[in-house]
């Protein structure tokens, strides 16, 4: 089946500084990717649309200036945490899905910001 | 936008026990799709129910769609240490924009831990 490869598993990083976090997808074409946000214990919540070839679309409340992302080409999309402080320290998905069939997620990122 | 909510939001259990879990909503869904997620690992998808009164099998899991694509529960039978996990249900997005069945919205999930 798909796969929806996310990088990396893990990081940690210092208070202020930025986070690139790469979801690609191995084995098809994906014009559009979509990136949740989960805390410990909670569910996935949406933040963000990534289209290729064109701007991001946020769902309400995330700030577009805070989580840079940039879909350049059809399998890689690109979340990049930017000035990260504790409180962004959360655990991202990516997912994609071919043409429209089901969704896949890839295996998500834990950051923790020190 | 459509919201899903989820109960229990943790059940504890003994091996070879029943549980069901239910997502219910006020809004009507096109299909409702159930998902199974390890600590550390992306959402892992168990079932699609699309038809109002669908009843779908996957070997001990039961899922059911209302009859009105409003609600659906998840019913695991004889539960075993390996059905531990966050379960979550998830449906089409929707807004004023319209529905992308790209984007899902999740119900707050139910944290199962099955005892041996």
């Known amino acids: 089946g798909a796969v929806v490869s996310q990088h990396p598993s893990r990081v940690i990083c210092k208070s202020g500084t930025s986070v690139k976090i790469e979801c690609r997808s191995l084995?098809?074409?994906?014009?559009?990717m979509f990136w949740y946000r989960q805390f410990p214990k909670q569910s996935l919540m949406l933040m963000a649309t990534s289209n290729e070839g064109s701007k991001a679309t946020y769902e309400q409340g995330v700030e577009k200036d805070k989580f840079l992302i940039n879909h350049a080409s059809l399998t890689l999309s690109t979340l990049t945490v930017t000035s990260a402080h504790p409180e962004d320290s959360s655990f991202y998905i990516c997912?994609?899905?071919?043409?429209?069939?089901?969704?896949?997620f890839g295996s998500g990122t834990q950051l923790s910001v020190l | 936008t459509q919201l899903l909510e989820q109960s229990p939001q943790f059940l504890s259990i003994q091996e070879g026990e029943n549980l069901t879990v239910y997502c219910n909503s006020s809004s009507v869904f096109s299909s409702l799709q159930w998902y199974r997620q390890e600590p550390g690992e992306g959402p892992v998808l168990l079932v699609t129910?699309?038809?109002?009164?669908e009843v779908k099998k996957l070997k001990r899991l039961t899922f059911q769609f209302g009859d009105a694509r409003k609600d659906s529960s998840l019913h695991i039978t004889a539960a075993q240490t390996g059905d531990t996990g966050l379960y979550l249900c998830?449906?089409?997005?929707?807004?004023?924009?319209?529905?992308?069945?790209?984007?899902?919205?999740f119900g707050q999930g139910t944290i199962l831990t099955v005892h041996p």
């Open positions: 997912s994609a899905r071919p043409g429209y069939e089901k969704l896949f």
């Open positions: 129910v699309v038809t109002g009164g």
């Open positions: 084995d098809f074409q994906a014009t559009t």
């Open positions: 998830a449906g089409p997005f929707s807004n004023a924009g319209g529905t992308s069945y790209g984007k899902l919205t």
